[in-house]
Structure formats: structure tokens, C-alpha cells
């Protein structure tokens, strides 16, 4: 009985492939598992199998046909069918369709510049004479090995459990210093899809009279202006409790402690490592722990690093007059710092979706009197 | 010679209409057609264009859901094939006028027909009499008077155009201009359209036409107004079109500068009828030119020159002939452009009223069709009556049938607050516009 070989659904994105190789020829003798001919669709190259045994009787496309989900693409039978497919007299060829497609100017519906497709991280390479099965392809380019180094178990093609054994066999490389712990694509995407988020922000700034600190600066050397802003806004956060939520899609989880994340300007990125519950520590516990925040970063250690309700910019070092710090969801504020003669500029972003207006400026004018009073953070 | 009760020139919207409203009273009615019935409207004008239009709007949504990502790639057309597949409509259509025609018992002669005596036309040699006489002999395009007009293409060669230009320019910001500009744009045309008024539609709602500037713009179709055309140059296969402000290059340049009624021909001057300086044959109120027995409709009298327009007074031309003494009131008459977005008026605008709006913005189904837009209502400002509206965005020209109700019937707040709108439904937009102006 003759069996018809039709085209799988290729896969969930497309069920058009074009037919790349032929394996097979009318009369060859095939059993289960043989490759009979080879289509690729827009992702990969897929082997057609034969699920039977017997001879091809008949081949239905040429090579380079496109062929859809569901197209016959041969025949196998026993050698009865075979000998009655030879015999069978030759079809009259089918009237030539009036093509002028030849005359069609198809154009991409995008324009060009905008079809350009976005540039995307490096592939793993994926060798197209190397035959793989799209899983294989899959799982090579996820565990990033190199397909052309993969001996198919079977000789004819990759399949997954190819790539499994290769991933086992291939040795981990030497450990690498702590710094690039992080690689710097993954660490960069993170920080990309956090940034997606476009937070509405308004911003307050205040200019504050730094005699205060440079009091406190006298005795504790290791304190800094942002160590300083950051411990007045650890007590602000203990009476605006808006200053210890995160905006989570409308609810707004509160935290007991005041977090306050300090923006650190990492090589692969602005990170912002958090002091916990900052409200309990004084201007030279806030120093220590924003120090050993910093290291750990340095090393690759991201475990100071999440989302924190305050964040506080440092750009003291920089001769700017102000900086507007940019808030990422789920925080709900943001403050940036800089240094002129006698001041300090702190510029507050915050969320305008949970804060209001009148709300920011109260906070800014309550943090400037912090600044310049510290003892009003002790009522 | 051959007798009949009415003799109607011209096969277009004013023409087939009148012939089908006077057979089907039982008028014995001949009708002459020079080239195909459906006139401009139908071969070369509103519905070829209408069919460009829609593949021009599917593009332009592939596009929008490609950018959004839910389309992975936006594949490719053909601007061929786009343009062969209107001649089956054109023929579906004009198939459809021959049939009705037909079972009407109207008799369709083809030739161009022109005045023997007032009763009295000849065409293809023969001579037709009948009582009454419609002129109904539409409108061609205007070829504007400056050096190298003749490398100028007319809306009717644009729609026959096989291949897709690089640069187009467009010599006119009118109705034509605009749809055409909209059209090859999503195409994938540069387009620059040259008006030579300070502005484009200049007697509709001014925000309502600052809104669809802006939007097409944004599609990148360049708008420059207050610019005159001196001259067009072709100089190795590229067409350089010199303004008042410099000079643009195209590889087509198409002259969308207004139309001309069409009496060349017609030997008016045998029926003791004179043309108008402007080429349009005067008419009353009952559409009847100076010679009683003997109408015009349609673009053949100016005014409108839209195909609606032509219908209303092929049925007051009829009516009048059939003894029913009817005028002509053209005040509700709905003016839309098929630009992408659209924009549809009906009535007056806020010159003459109170005006209140409502931003597509405001409405779920724009938002959940991602359209933008926005619906202007203009509300006398003493008897509080509904007495215009714009609509610029998605749907405009449908919605402004039910804008033309309440004009018509001259709608107050209370009438529209009694009105229950389906939703979600962009006409929601009508009624939030009504009730939101402030007197």
C-alpha cells in the first residue's frame, strides 16, 4: 500500500519551507528513520523522515519548491506500487501557468531604514551544512556551544541529546577573575528591560546651606555629602512613608525600614546597591555600608543590588549645578546630588503617579531643613 | 428620428440616477454615454481610489503592528498587483449601473451626444428628441497654465500608473490631491503636495484640518502651502517642478489642481444655452437652466462636485420633470476626504457656533483600534441646535451619516442625551462631542 510523505507543520511562527536537498530518488529502497529530503523554513533546516519502509514510488516536488504544511511530498510503497507507479503513463504536463511575477515589483512593506532589523547579541553560529534538528539548534544556541564541533551521534544529523553530551563533555573554562563574573550582555539587558518601564516623574529641587555637614565632615572624614543626603533621607522616609513603598502596578507594598539604593556607575551599568533600614544607622555606619556595598559590585557581587523604593545619585564629583535622577519602577523616587560653593543641590524625582505634587515639595523642603538642622532629625 | 420623454446626457452619478428615478416612474428615457457608465465617480475617481485607499490603510496597519512586534516581519507587495486589482471592481460596478439600466427599461446609447435644437440631440449620426433634457456631462481636470504642464499627469492617469514613484509631487492640496498624497505615501512614495492657498481645505473646521496636517505629516507626506508653481522641467527622466520657494525634484508629478465642468461638444449654444465664464451651465433652484425644459445636475452646474451631490439633484431634477415641484437644498450636504486618517464634515463650523469636541482618545474602541482623532460638534449658538460637525480620525465618513441626521433634524443636547449609542463604537465620540458644547 502507498504511503504519502506529507509536509510537517514546521513550527508555531511558520508553515512555509522551501525543499533545500532531495535525499532520495524514485525506485530507492528506504527504511524507517532514513532522510528523505531536507526543508528549510525561516529558522532552521529540518530532515524529513521516512516512517516507513518500502520504495519511493513517486517524488511530488523539486528541489527549491516552497511547500506548506500538509503538501505531498512523495510516495512510498512496496515493489508492486513501485512497478505500477513505472508503468503508469506519463501525466500530460500541466498547462503553464501565466506567471508574470517575474514583472511584480515587490517591495518590503517597511521602509528601509525601519525593516532594518534591530541589531541582535551575536548568534551562536549555527552551521547550515551541519545538519541539526531544530531543538538541537535550539539548545546548541541557548548553552551557546558551536554546532560544528558536534559529532551527530546517528552520522546524519545533531539531535539534542548531541548537544546534552556535548555540553557535558566540554570542560568548564578556567575560572575567570571576579570581575567578569557578570557578563556584561546579560547584566546590560537586565538593567535594559528595568528601564522599559518609563516612570512619569516630577521634580523639586532644593539648594541647602552644607555647614551642617561640614561640621560633621570634620569629625568623620569618611562620611561623604551623599552619605550625608542619604541618612537625612533614611529619617525623611520615616515620615513620608510613600519614601518606603514600591510602585508594583498601582499597589504600593510598604516596607518597615527605610532602603535607601545608592546608583552605582558600574562599567556594564548603573546599578543601585541598597543600604537596609538606613534610618538606624548614623552618617558613618551609612558610609561603611555603602563602601562594602561598593566593593562587593566592584567584584561582581550583586547581592546589595535590587529594587529599592529611594535611589541617590551621586554626582558630586562632577561640576554640574544640578541632576535630575532618573526613578526606575518600581521605585518611587529618586534624588540627585551635587556640590557648589557652600551648598548642596539635591534634586528629587518622584513618581507622579503615587506622589503628589504638593507632597514632593513638602518632602524636599523637609529634607533641605534636615540639611541644615540635622537636629530636627532626631524629633 | 427617435422619440423619447427624457433625454439624459451623461451616464455618471447624476446621470444613472436620474434615468433609473425616471424609468422607474415610467418615463420613456434615453441615456448617452460617451465612454463608460459611472462617470468619474466610478471608473476613474471616488471608487478606484476608495479601493487604493483600503490596501494603502492595510499597509499602513501591517506596519503599525510590525513596529508594535505583534507581526514578526511585514513581508512585501506589490504595487502591481495593488493596481490590477481594481479593474474587477471598476467592472463589477459599472456592470451593475448597465443592468439596473436595463431592467429599468432605460435605453443606453453609447456615443457623445450633442444639441441639435433644444429638444433635439444627435449622436453617432442619429437624431433623439425628447420633452425634457438633463445635462448631466460631469467634470475632467483642470490643466493649469504654466510651462511644462504637460509632463503633468492627471488623477485619471495616477490611477493607472504601474509603477510605484520614488518622489511624487502633488500640484494641488484638495480633496484629490490629498487622497492621492495618502495613497502613495503608504505606498512608500516620497510625497510633497503643493497648494497654492495659505492653507488646505480652507473652509473646513480649522482644527479639525490642523489635526489631519499634522498627521499626515507625521506619515511623512511634506505639505507646503502658499507655494505657486512656475514651471516643470524634465531634465534625464527626473521631473523638477520650480515653486515660488524652490525647487522640487520627482520621478511623477501629478496636476490635482481642480476640475472643469465638461460642456465641450455639446453645442449648448444650439439649445439657446450659454456656458458660464468658468465653463459651469447656470441653474435655479429646480436645477432647470435658462431654457425651462432643459436641466443640469452633478458637476456639469459647480458647487460640490461630489457624486452625493449629483445624486440629490438627479432626484430633484426628476421630480421636477415628473410635476413634483421640488428645490434644491444643499445645506446637509456631507463632504468627506479619504486621506489616512479621514476627514468628514457635514454642516457649518464653528465660525457659526458654539463648538465642543471629544479626542478619540476618550473612546475605547479608538484606543482599542489604536486610531486617534478627534469629532468637533457646532451648536447654534440661539436655538441651541446641532447645525455642523468634523470628524477627523478612523470611520469618519461613515460616522458622518449620523452627524447628518442630527443636522438635519437639528438635534439639541437633550435630543442627543435621549440617544442611546452602541458600545464601544467610535459614533460614541458624536454624541460625547454634542453634549460637550458650551454656549
Not at chain 1, 506529507?6 to 525543499?19: C, E, L, N, W
Not at chain 2, 486618517?341 to 489604536?370: H, I, K, M, Q, W
Request: hydrophobic share 40%; proline share 5%; glycine share 8%.
Amino acid at each position: 500500500m502507498v504511503k504519502k510523505v506529507v509536509m510537517p507543520a514546521a513550527g508555531q511562527t511558520t508553515d512555509i519551507a522551501t525543499v533545500t536537498k532531495l535525499m532520495v530518488s524514485v525506485g530507492d529502497s528506504v527504511k524507517k528513520g532514513d532522510v528523505l529530503l531536507e526543508v528549510e523554513t525561516d529558522k532552521a533546516v529540518l530532515p524529513i523522515e521516512s516512517f516507513a519502509r518500502g520504495f519511493v514510488t513517486e517524488i511530488y516536488v523539486n528541489e527549491f519548491d516552497q511547500v506548506d504544511a500538509g503538501t505531498l511530498l512523495l510516495a512510498i510503497g512496496d515493489a508492486a506500487d513501485l512497478e505500477a507507479a513505472k508503468n503508469k503513463p506519463a501525466e500530460a504536463p500541466a498547462p503553464a501557468v501565466e506567471d508574470d511575477d517575474d514583472e511584480d515589483d515587490f517591495v518590503p512593506v517597511m521602509p528601509k531604514s525601519e525593516s532594518a532589523p534591530a541589531p541582535a547579541p551575536a548568534p551562536v553560529k549555527v552551521s547550515v551544512s551541519g545538519k541539526a534538528m531544530p531543538n538541537a539548534k535550539k539548545l546548541a544556541s541557548e548553552l551557546g556551544i558551536d554546532l560544528d564541533k558536534i559529532m551527530p551521534s546517528n552520522g546524519e544529523f545533531i539531535k539534542a541529546c548531541d548537544v546534552r553530551a556535548a555540553a557535558e563533555n566540554i570542560k568548564k573554562p578556567e575560572i575567570a577573575p571576579a570581575e567578569d563574573v557578570i557578563p556584561t550582555a546579560r547584566m546590560r539587558n537586565t538593567l535594559s528591560r528595568r528601564w522599559e518601564a518609563f516612570v512619569p516623574t516630577f521634580g523639586v529641587s532644593v539648594t541647602c546651606s552644607d555647614e551642617a555637614y561640614s561640621k560633621l565632615a570634620e569629625k568623620s572624614p569618611a562620611v561623604s555629602p551623599v552619605h550625608y543626603v542619604m541618612m537625612a533621607l533614611s529619617r525623611l522616609a520615616q515620615r513620608y512613608p510613600i519614601l518606603r513603598a514600591l510602585n508594583d502596578g498601582g499597589k504600593l507594598p510598604l516596607s518597615e525600614g527605610s532602603d535607601i539604593g545608592l546608583a552605582v556607575f558600574a562599567e556594564n551599568g548603573t546599578v543601585t546597591s541598597v543600604v537596609e533600614s538606613a534610618e538606624k544607622l548614623g552618617a558613618n555606619a551609612i558610609a561603611e555600608a555603602c563602601e562594602k556595598n561598593l566593593t562587593l559590585v566592584a567584584k561582581g557581587d550583586l547581592s546589595s543590588v535590587r529594587p529599592c523604593p529611594v535611589s541617590v545619585y551621586d554626582a558630586t564629583g562632577y561640576k554640574v549645578d544640578s541632576f535630575t535622577a532618573p526613578v526606575c519602577a518600581p521605585g518611587v523616587a529618586a534624588f540627585g546630588i551635587t556640590l557648589g560653593e557652600g551648598r548642596v543641590a539635591v534634586s528629587g524625582s518622584f513618581d507622579i503617579r503615587v506622589i503628589e505634587g504638593n507632597v514632593g515639595a513638602s518632602i524636599m523642603s523637609d529634607l533641605r531643613d534636615f540639611i541644615e538642622n540635622p537636629v530636627l532629625m532626631l524629633i | 428620428m427617435k422619440s423619447f420623454e427624457l433625454i439624459i446626457i451623461g451616464g455618471g452619478p447624476g446621470g444613472y440616477t436620474a434615468a433609473l428615478a425616471a424609468a422607474r416612474a415610467g418615463k420613456r428615457v434615453c441615456l448617452f454615454e460617451k465612454d463608460s457608465l459611472g462617470g468619474t465617480c466610478l471608473n476613474v475617481g471616488c471608487i478606484p481610489t476608495k479601493y487604493l485607499l483600503d490596501r494603502a490603510n492595510a499597509l499602513e496597519k501591517i506596519r503599525s503592528m510590525t513596529e508594535e512586534g505583534v507581526l514578526r516581519g511585514a513581508g512585501e507587495y506589490s504595487f502591481k498587483r495593488v493596481m490590477r486589482g481594481k479593474a474587477p471592481i471598476i467592472e463589477k460596478l459599472t456592470s451593475g449601473i448597465a443592468s439596473m439600466l436595463r431592467s429599468a427599461k432605460a435605453e443606453v446609447v453609447r456615443g457623445t451626444a450633442s444639441f441639435k435644437n433644444a429638444n433635439t440631440v444627435v449622436c453617432n449620426g442619429e437624431e433623439y428628441s425628447a420633452g425634457d433634457v438633463i445635462i448631466a456631462t460631469g467634470s475632467s481636470a483642470i490643466k493649469l497654465p504654466f510651462p511644462g504642464s504637460e509632463y503633468c499627469i492627471d488623477s485619471t492617469a495616477a490611477l493607472s500608473l504601474t509603477k510605484l514613484p520614488k518622489k511624487l509631487c502633488i500640484i494641488g492640496g484638495g480633496v484629490i490631491g490629498l487622497e492621492f498624497a495618502s495613497a502613495f505615501s503608504a505606498f512608500g512614495s516620497d510625497v510633497t503636495v503643493i497648494e497654492m492657498m495659505d492653507s488646505i481645505l480652507p473652509r473646513e473646521e480649522k482644527s479639525a484640518v490642523d489635526l489631519l496636517v499634522r498627521s499626515l505629516t507625521a506619515k511623512g507626506i511634506k505639505i507646503k502651502c502658499s507655494v505657486k508653481v512656475e514651471s516643470v522641467e524634465k531634465i534625464e527622466g527626473i521631473y523638477t517642478v520650480r515653486t515660488s520657494s524652490g525647487n522640487i525634484d520627482a520621478d511623477c508629478v501629478i496636476s490635482a489642481a481642480g476640475r472643469r465642468a465638461n460642456t465641450e461638444g455639446l453645442a449648448l449654444e444650439n439649445a439657446g444655452i450659454t456656458p458660464e465664464k468658468n465653463g459651469t451651465v447656470a441653474v435655479n433652484e429646480y436645477l432647470e437652466t435658462k431654457i425651462p425644459h432643459i436641466y443640469a445636475i452633478g458637476d456639469v452646474i459647480g458647487g460640490y462636485m461630489l457624486a452625493h451631490a449629483a445624486y440629490a439633484e438627479a432626484e430633484v431634477a426628476v421630480s421636477n420633470i415628473l410635476g413634483n415641484k421640488k428645490e434644491l437644498d444643499h445645506r446637509i450636504m456631507p463632504r468627506c476626504v479619504y486621506t489616512i486618517p479621514p476627514l468628514a464634515a457635514v454642516g457649518v463650523t464653528s465660525e457659526n457656533g458654539a463648538l465642543g469636541r471629544f479626542d478619540y482618545r476618550g473612546n475605547g474602541f479608538a484606543v482599542a483600534e489604536g486610531e486617534s482623532g478627534c469629532v468637533f460638534a457646532v451648536m447654534d449658538r440661539e436655538t441651541k441646535r446641532t447645525v455642523g460637525f468634523t470628524v477627523v480620525g478612523a470611520a469618519a465618513p461613515e460616522m458622518i451619516a449620523a452627524a447628518s441626521i442630527a443636522v438635519e433634524r437639528g438635534y439639541t443636547q437633550d435630543d442627543w442625551r435621549a440617544l442611546t449609542v452602541a458600545h464601544p463604537s467610535l459614533s460614541e465620540t458624536l454624541r460625547e462631542a454634542a453634549l460637550s458644547v458650551k454656549f
